[in-house]
């Protein structure tokens, strides 16, 4: 006790000793500041009490102090009894309401994006909290992430109704109704509707207007020329116009976008429309935070040359900056005057010329988002069709653009529609009438020469992009350049979309370093965010990509690209793997998520979803390449070929096996073209081209015999039985079965998967000799075996095949229980392709029932689907069928058109029927 007491009191503070004897024992005297909670209420208080005051700054400070007494969770590490777990309950609870309080105090300070950043941290840890939520919409909103924000809410909406059976509250509901209304009032900074904080609404802060001195002169009159030309932007300059009404305060406007999409033209356009409201003149002034080979101007250039402009002679300006910056607001106080900052690079250029009070007006434009202004924010993007045509025909005339109206929009395409490139080629076609809109269009096809294309006078789409490129932070500094060297890596390595994990793969680095460098280039405008993590980069910014990805070594390129590949190649395997086990069985494929989450099937659908157009583009990049990368091609085919058929990616697949083809036979990797052939006769049977399909299996078949491989030539003659079965020979398909069963039993291998499959497609000849009993007991096996292997995708194709066998037996009760599960597997595993056949076959036996209502809702499912996977037959036997639900639930009307349809549908030559599915379909036995 003698060593505590040394420790807790002071030395030779007897009077302090903290540790006291009594009667009881002993007592620890401990003050309220010794405690880490008393200190939290005090602060929180003291915010409370500034923010009611309207001080958020002294509010904002106090908050923070609060929060930064926390450190993990309260009485961690701690087993907690019923006394203890309510208090930690509690406590979190006022942990929380204190973060969403901080929010709303910076939200009133318009710190949006800082607001945004740390709520996208705790949005997946309280997905019930309605606060957090809408504070994160209302950031995203002023952060001009309007998709976001909408997605934010779409997601709070299906937690509530997921976990509580409840819509989004009144707050909510209307912020989201004044996103989809662009409300104006949403952008000014102030906290949300939840907001906790006891404001007024009355809060306000009183100025005391000083008279400013007159400058003897004219008033400024400094707005350079308007565009001549000038297209579209009705909703910008709406907003604009909206944001400058009144006189009751001054008014600031921040126009930005990335560079070339006519935001100078958007804010001198509107400057001119309202000047003459500003009877005490228009200044402008050029930042040059966007001149090529200009250094942006400093602060203290800024406030001087505005002085100069309202008639301050040179000799009286103050030398301070400071005092400058009085000068200046002095004499604007009295005055109305609109004031228009083109070009600015940062806030520190803007803040003292922002009007503090009288009735100016302030227009800036910049590139990137000035977050931290005080501003009606307007973002400028590039052109619609519509316009981008309409630029064009103002500067080469209506004529050449209607006698070629294809190349011109193709025109208009290969320029991204953004503004400075359509005026660079409007200036060149108005230079040259005799080119041909065609001719030039050739040019510009070119990606090599595109952007030598764009130039004219002084006009340069590639100076354009350098500016951008060039405020990147730089390689040289300890730390940073990774967003240079991301942006060259994308270049190297072109995909329609990316995400964290790609960066990082390419970049060979963590996430983190991967995000910071995304978040520079998106700040820079060099990539723009699709979603809260998928990014693109349009043509022309692509192009100039790939010039500066040429400065980095080849190896590095190289390098770079093998490991993206890499990365897509594992994360496609993981996902396979997982479809093959299912729900029951996630994995965390941490090189797509980054996280380590377990996905479920259905993360990993969504994924392939997504990347199915990033996969191509890799494989088309990857295909001309050196070996060791050209292989990736038809590694990644093999890996996704099953899920790409059942889910209906034949585009992609066509092409993806087109390119390991190509590959396979430029290596002579004859093992490798065996099984791509595979692939291919499935493509050319489902492109009407029969005879191409089996002389691919041929072909498999004869380079399998010469290497001596009897598994692949097994695998050659299943698909030749296959092939055999949908051009209506069951016969012949047996032949190839018994041929390849008989192939692998006398190589030992005669239970391998190979074998399995050979077993499901005897069931499906035997389903088309009539010979239903034993195809059933052939699925049957499958699917034991399959059950066995925890082959789920598999399962989910036997599973439909047995359900059709126990309807052609008219044991139609088995049927329907076999469906429902196939139903749920398909879910599972993503298979389209079978969920859309159990779908009809269990409409046909509802409508046996006399059930047509339920067999209309399989039927509108169904029929979701086969237009997903893209199934001809599909989508004529779905249209039969809903004629006759729709006859037999009374709706004649809608029984006759789906009929129409149908007929029209079964009418093309091309139409091949499935027999199996037509053989119960059009049978007798309901009617």
């Not at 976008?257 to 400057?271: D, E």
Request: glycine fraction near 6%; proline fraction near 5%.
């Amino acid at each position: 006790m003698m060593q505590l007491r040394r420790l807790l009191s002071p030395a030779g503070e007897p009077e302090a000793d903290r540790l006291i004897t009594s009667n009881s024992g002993y007592l620890l005297r401990v003050e309220p500041d010794d405690f880490d909670l008393h200190r939290f209420d005090t602060a929180c208080e003291e915010g409370l009490k500034a923010a009611a005051k309207g001080d958020f700054s002294t509010a904002d400070a106090a908050l923070d102090r609060a929060l930064a007494l926390w450190r993990g969770t309260p009485a961690e590490d701690v087993v907690l009894g019923p006394t203890l777990r309510t208090l930690v309950t509690q406590l979190s609870e006022r942990y929380v309401e204190t973060v969403e309080n901080h929010m709303d105090v910076q939200l009133a300070l318009g710190g949006h994006i800082a607001v945004a950043r740390r709520l996208r941290t705790l949005i997946d840890q309280y997905p019930l909290r309605e606060r957090i939520h809408e504070q994160l919409m209302l950031a995203m909103y002023r952060c001009g992430d309007v998709a976001d924000a909408l997605k934010i809410f779409a997601r709070a909406r299906q937690n509530l109704a997921d976990e509580l059976g409840v819509d989004p509250g009144t707050g909510l509901s209307r912020l989201h109704q004044a996103i989809l209304r662009r409300d104006v009032d949403v952008l000014r900074p102030g906290p949300s509707s939840h907001s906790g904080l006891p404001i007024s609404s009355g809060t306000s802060v009183e100025v005391v207007r000083a008279t400013a001195p007159s400058v003897i002169g004219e008033p400024p009159r400094e707005l350079p020329c308007g565009p001549s030309i000038f297209v579209g932007r009705k909703a910008q300059m709406d907003s604009v116009y909206e944001a400058l009404e009144g006189d009751d305060g001054p008014r600031v406007v921040a126009i930005h976008g990335p560079g070339g999409t006519g935001k100078s033209a958007l804010a001198l356009r509107t400057a001119h429309t309202v000047a003459d409201g500003y009877p005490g003149g228009q200044l402008y002034l050029d930042l040059q935070g966007s001149t090529p080979g200009l250094p942006p101007l400093r602060p203290s250039e800024v406030i001087s040359r505005t002085l100069r402009s309202l008639g301050v002679p040179h000799a009286e300006i103050p030398v301070a900056w400071a005092e400058a910056a009085s000068r200046y607001q002095t004499l604007l106080a009295e005055r109305r005057v609109l004031i228009v900052l083109d070009n600015a690079a940062d806030i520190t250029q803007i803040t003292p010329l922002v009007p503090a009070r009288g009735s100016s007006a302030l227009i800036v434009t910049s590139r990137t988002v000035q977050t931290t202004l005080d501003a009606v924010q307007i973002a400028v993007g590039v052109l619609d069709d519509a316009d981008a045509l309409h630029l064009l025909e103002l500067s080469i005339g209506r004529p050449r653009v209607d006698t070629e109206r294809q190349a011109a929009l193709d025109i208009a395409r290969l320029c991204c529609h953004q503004p400075l490139a359509l005026r660079i080629v409007g200036a060149r076609l108005a230079a040259r009438p005799d080119w041909s809109l065609s001719r030039f269009r050739g040019r510009l096809s070119d990606q090599r020469r595109r952007l030598d294309e764009l130039r004219v006078a002084d006009q340069d789409i590639r100076s354009c992009f350098a500016v951008s490129y060039g405020s990147l932070p730089s390689a040289a500094r300890p730390g940073e350049g990774d967003a240079a060297r991301l942006f060259q890596l994308l270049g190297a390595f072109g995909v329609p979309e990316f995400g964290t994990e790609l960066a990082a793969a390419l970049l060979s680095a963590d996430a983190v370093p991967a995000e910071t460098a995304l978040d520079e280039l998106v700040e820079s405008r060099l990539i723009e965010p699709v979603t809260e993590d998928r990014f693109r980069m349009h043509d022309l910014l692509r192009a100039y990509a790939t010039e500066r990805a040429a400065e980095l070594p080849a190896e590095s390129r190289s390098a770079a690209v093998q490991r993206a590949l890499s990365w897509y190649l594992d994360v496609c395997r993981d996902i396979v793997a997982l479809l093959q086990r299912g729900a029951s069985n996630n994995v965390a494929p941490e090189s797509a998520t980054g996280s380590g989450r377990p996905w479920t099937a259905q993360d990993g659908l969504r994924w392939l979803d997504k990347e199915f157009p990033c996969l191509v583009a890799a494989a088309i990049q990857a295909a001309d390449a050196p070996p060791e990368t050209a292989r990736h091609v038809t590694e990644l085919l093999t890996v996704i070929s099953s899920p790409a058929m059942k889910r209906g990616y034949w585009r992609e697949l066509e092409t993806l096996t087109q390119l390991a083809l190509q590959v396979t036979r430029r290596l002579g990797d004859r093992a490798e073209e065996a099984t791509t052939l595979m692939v291919s006769s499935v493509i050319d049977w489902r492109a009407d081209r029969p005879e191409a399909a089996r002389d691919s299996l041929v072909r498999s078949r004869s380079l399998a015999q010469e290497l001596g491989d009897p598994e692949t030539e097994a695998r050659a003659l299943h698909s030749l039985g296959w092939l055999s079965l949908r051009r209506g020979d069951p016969t012949d398909a047996l032949d190839h079965i018994t041929t390849a069963r008989r192939l692998l039993d006398e190589h030992g291998r005669g239970h391998t998967a190979v074998a399995e499959r050979l077993r499901h497609n005897q069931g499906e000849a035997l389903l088309q000799l009539g010979r239903y009993a034993e195809a059933a007991h052939c699925f049957q096996q499958r699917l034991s075996a399959e059950r066995d292997r925890n082959g789920r995708l598999s399962e989910s194709i036997t599973m439909a095949a047995l359900g059709r066998a126990y309807c052609l037996l008219g044991q139609y009760d088995q049927a329907l229980t076999m469906f429902e599960e196939t139903l749920r597997r398909c879910q599972e595993v993503g298979n389209r392709e079978d969920a859309w056949e159990a779908l009809l076959c269990r409409s046909e036996i509802r409508l046996h029932q006399g059930r047509p209502a339920v067999a209309l809702t399989d039927l509108t499912r169904a029929r979701e689907l086969v237009a997903e996977t893209g199934d001809d037959y599909g989508r004529a036997a779905v249209m039969r069928q809903l004629a006759r639900a729709h006859e037999d639930a009374g709706d004649l009307t809608a029984s006759a058109d789906a009929a129409r349809t149908a007929e029209k549908l079964f009418a093309s030559p091309t139409l091949r029927l499935d027999p199996i599915l037509e053989a119960f379909l059009t049978a007798d036995s309901r009617r």
